[in-house]
């Protein structure tokens, strides 16, 4: 199969994948039988576009041109397979792990559940694959929208509360501030391509770049740059599958890769260096990560915690990116990957301890390692790798990170990293530690697992934590290829 | 001043006429308003009309300077147009009254309660 | 042959066809007429709009007065485009009015309905097709008391009040359109609109010629519901049957964007309007008031239709945004937004109408959790609603795109903040609805409620469809916009 072929396959996949899941809504062995089906089909494709990273000119094709010199079209390129095998992997085993959730939680509308969970997955591939700025907002923009009945999935008046936080920053966020400096760049440069080195030139002065890189920042509110983090914990009510696949490594790492993708392809890292507002943006972001991780640390329900850790993380990325040197862009494009599988294990803990345990609240698990004993060593793992201690993969990036703060000689960033990193140690480690070595106020039960299919899940992501501390260097290189090719 | 005696008719009939409009609550004053209104402006277009020292615009034996017949033949179509208008408006009335019993719009719209 | 009488027959069609409707004296009879009307006119203007693309602009002489004496009709690519909106919209909002109407007026007056209906076609077609000024506000006159009588045709009794406070306001409206062309006449002895263009220039520094500015700028604002001259068009939009609420939000506030297009840019001509007179300047402010005052009131609105009709009010504001950019992009903005947004609020407009034919209320509240039984009707609402917001890959993208690309180009960018925000605002009331139809529980004790019939959800999902086909191929609305655009503004330097 030629690879342009393959490119435009991504998205219509999960598309088509979709449409069968929502035909076979009365049968659901069947219809999970399609939500795996087509997560597999998927990673292959995605995995054989792999080579054509070293076959000179990447594939690209275009779908549509609504408006003259904007094209709908997708290519491949280092960075967005990157973030493509991040997403299309982790889909794979999250859709194993729900169906032990879902099934298990007995939860209601579960056809269409799979159904948006599938066009959500679509259109993220579509952002990863996007070869211009327009086609990215466009999925960025559907993947907001197929992610709002996710949120909402619960139907309560939380979840409404909730859904209105969530479309209201994302949309609003995405409609004024992105769209604008989408339609500026346009303006400026006269094409929104992806292309190395950005399509600004010296179309623009420092001044007005500076305004851009703001708008840029805060417009992609999916980074969830403070303050426009609200949306992130809100969307905590959703069912917990789409807590860990969406919003811990699809919708979140969506606007990172957009953050990274316009300081790398649009912008271009020499225009963002020379961008005055940079400093300024740098130290917000850097007040995000701490801040991030104190009102994380005050969290008792565990879902909060973790969302407000996936706050503060995700910073790091959009430091590495604004930082604007190799070491910083090659840091956060490792971080997409080290912090999804450590994220996404630990909320695949968190709601296997809701369906086997029916518990939420930190304070609630000790004594708990010893009815689960997977599950909190899974929880162990995936700290280790967040916080990124070894033998986590996580410690690469921060690694990375921390020498482009380094490089940039921003000590003060360097300092937020570090303190950062503590108090990760202090928020999460104390959880399975208190779960295995402290007696539970309840008398200790016999073993108590979530259902296999979740557990299974779960074994597989925090493996791949582990697997990816002695195996970081494809990512590495892929992120050095994105970087110069 | 004098000359444009004419323009300053049309000028205070408008305005009377859009004061009626305005003013008044009661429909029907409104409709007759909006005639006085219309009125002003077809005696704006016969003004118009006016040749100084033409006669009407029949072709006949000496006469050489004629009014201009197009503004007439206009301002025609434009009192249909304004019958038509004033009929209109007088059956709405007579619907109104028979769904209200009311023609004055206060009323009227105490009675469909605080909306609109 | 025939192809030579297109323009005449754009026109006498829907003229003809409307005392044949009295003479039927049968609803279904009437409406059947109608339609076939309806085919006619679309197949008329189709063919207009491509005769002019291939070879020009066409004039025909009605009746064979050649002009200035006699009425000249004239479809250039800026009518020819409105008449196929306009003729489009009408034929979907007459299936949809078969049964919608069918259940909203009296039965022994469904007859009068289409008898109005189709003279109101013909106003709305004849203002667009015609070049001479005089013969505009005859046209303009015959389409709004056609729509006077068709809002009080509805069950609800405050749509007779509706509608004598649109017959006043818009009555003012033509009048004052009555004096411009008056005075323009005055000063140039003609009514023909090519030549007004060309013995304008001449007199242009006078103080009639300003005043006849003047005076058409407030009469076309009112007809077109400008802010802050919109005040009848909540009420009358609100309640009308729910078929004429589709027809004069998906075209006769686009005919007036039109008028103001013609009479401002081709009659005054573009250097005139826009250097002398500062047009754009005059009219910007209007405008970014509409947009951001007019949405704010829909956030407040109790019921869709009038939240959807202050809605119309802030998307017209777009359209005179568009032209008050007064360059290529701003014209070319507003005229895909004319198309745009007849796609959009008819869609919208329709599917409410469907709510209506089944519950008969289109209070929010009444909608609550009605998503679950009329699953397609809510759809196509979301659907419509993604694209009133501007969501790419739907229509109402494209057209915020180009205004927002027109201030840019401009330096304002201010004013793109205040489209954007006007848009986020409109996520808010889209939002409002769909939350209520989605994820709120039915009142309890209401009567069941089921999906609306397929023929009024065809014409709905066609709108729909066309919205999402517009907002990916654009040859058609750009292209055409954007040369009209750069025809209008061709006399100015």
Known sequence: MNPELTLLLTPLVPLVGSACIAALGREPNLREAATLLTACVLLVLVISLLPTLHSGAPPEITVAEPIAGLPIALHAEPLGLLFALVASFLWLVTSLYSIGYMRGHGE????????????????????????????????????????????????????????????????????????????????????????????????????????????????????????????????????????????????????????????????????????????????????????????????????????????????????????????????????????????????????????????????ELRGLGRAMPITMGAFFVGSISVIGLPPGGGLWSKWYLALGTLQADQLVLLAALLLSSLLNLAYLLPIPIRAFFSSSTEAPTELREAPLASLAAIVVSSAGCILLFFFAEPAHRLMQLALSP | MIGLYNYWVVVVLMMTGFYVVLATPNLVKKVIGLNVFQTSVFILYITIGKVAGGTAPIVQEGARLYANPLPHVLILTAIVVGVATTALGLALIVRIHSAYGSIDEDDIRRRDGAES | ????????????????????????????????????????????????????????????????????????????????????????????????????????????????????????????????????????????????????????????????????????????????????????????????????????????????????????????????????????????????????????????????????????????????????????????????????????????????????????VAQIGYMALGISLASVTGLTAAIVHLFNHALIKAALFMSLGCVLYRIGSAAITDLNGIAREMPLTMAAFVAGGLSLIGVPLTAGFISKWYLIVGALEKDWWWLAAVVLASSLISVFYVWRIVEAAYFRRPTPGIAPRREAPASLLVPTWLLIVANLYFGVDTTLTTGVAGRAAAALLAGAS
């Open chain 3, 1 to 312: 042959m025939i192809g030579e009488h297109l323009p005449a027959l754009q026109v006498v069609v829907p003229l003809l066809a409307a005392p044949i409707c009295v003479l039927l004296h049968r609803g279904d009879l009437a409406w059947l007429l109608a339609a076939v009307v309806g085919v006619i006119c679309v197949a008329v203007s189709a063919a207009l709009l491509v005769a002019v693309q291939v070879g020009g602009p066409i004039s025909y002489a009605l009746g064979g007065w050649p002009a200035p004496w006699g009425i000249e009709y004239r479809v250039d690519l800026v009518n020819g485009f409105v008449l196929l909106i306009v003729s489009g919209v009408n034929l979907l909002a007459l299936v949809f009015a078969r049964l919608s109407a069918a259940r909203e007026v009296a039965a022994e007056r469904l007859y009068l309905f289409y008898t109005g209906w189709l003279l109101c076609l013909t106003g709305l077609l004849g203002i667009t097709i015609t070049g001479d000024a005089f013969n505009l506000f005859v046209f303009l006159e015959i389409s709004s008391l056609a729509t006077y009588l068709l809002i009080s045709l509805g069950h609800d009794r405050r749509g007779l009040l509706a509608a004598f406070r649109y017959l006043v306001l818009g009555t003012i409206g033509a009048t004052f359109i009555l004096i411009g062309i008056g005075l323009l006449y005055m000063m140039t002895g003609t009514l023909n609109m090519a030549d007004l263009a060309t013995r304008l220039p001449d007199v242009q520094g006078t103080r009639t010629v300003r005043a006849a500015f003047a005076f058409l700028f407030v009469g076309v604002g009112i007809k077109m519901a400008l802010f802050p001259l919109h005040l009848w068009l909540p009420n009358a939009y609100t309640y009308a049957p729910a078929a004429v609420t589709v027809l004069l939000a998906g075209t006769a506030t686009k005919v007036a964007v039109y008028v103001l297009l013609r009479i401002f840019l081709t009659v005054f001509g573009a250097a005139y309007t826009f250097e002398q007179m500062a047009f754009d300047r005059l009219l910007l402010p209007f405008a970014a008031a509409g947009v951001v005052s007019a949405s704010v009131v829909a956030l407040y609105q109790r019921d869709c239709r009038r939240l959807l009709a202050y809605s119309s």
């Open chain 1, 108 to 363: 209601a509308n579960q056809t269409r559940f799979y159904v948006f969970f599938a066009i959500a997955i679509a259109s993220a591939m579509g952002v990863a694959f996007a070869a211009n700025m327009f086609t990215l907002f466009v999925f960025y923009e559907a993947l907001t929208l197929s992610t709002y009945p996710l949120v909402t999935h619960a139907g309560s008046d939380e979840a409404r509360r909730a859904g209105r936080i969530y479309l209201g920053i994302l949309l609003g966020t995405s409609l004024v501030l992105q769209l604008l400096a989408i339609v500026w760049t346009w303006q400026l440069a006269g094409s929104l391509d992806f292309v190395p080195g950005g399509v600004l030139g010296d179309a623009a002065g420092p001044g007005v770049t500076s305004v851009l890189l703001v708008l840029y920042v805060f417009g992609i509110g999916k980074a969830a740059v403070m303050p426009l983090h609200r949306w992130l914990p809100a969307a905590m009510v959703a069912p917990t599958p789409v807590s860990a696949l969406l919003h811990a490594v699809a919708v979140v790492k969506a606007g990172v890769f957009t953050i990274l993708k316009v300081v790398v392809y649009l912008l271009g890292i020499d225009v963002v260096s020379a961008a005055g507002s940079r400093t300024g943006l740098l130290y917000v972001v850097a007040a995000t990560i701490v801040i991030g991780s104190l009102i994380a640390m005050r969290k008792d329900n565990l879902k909060a915690r973790l969302a407000y850790s996936t706050v503060s993380q995700l910073s790091y990325i959009v430091l590495g990116a604004l930082l604007a040197n190799a070491w910083g862009i090659i840091g956060g494009g490792m971080h997409i990957l080290m912090h999804a599988f450590g994220k996404i294990t630990l909320f695949f803990c968190a709601g296997a301890i809701m369906v086997a345990a029916h518990k939420t609240e930190v304070s």
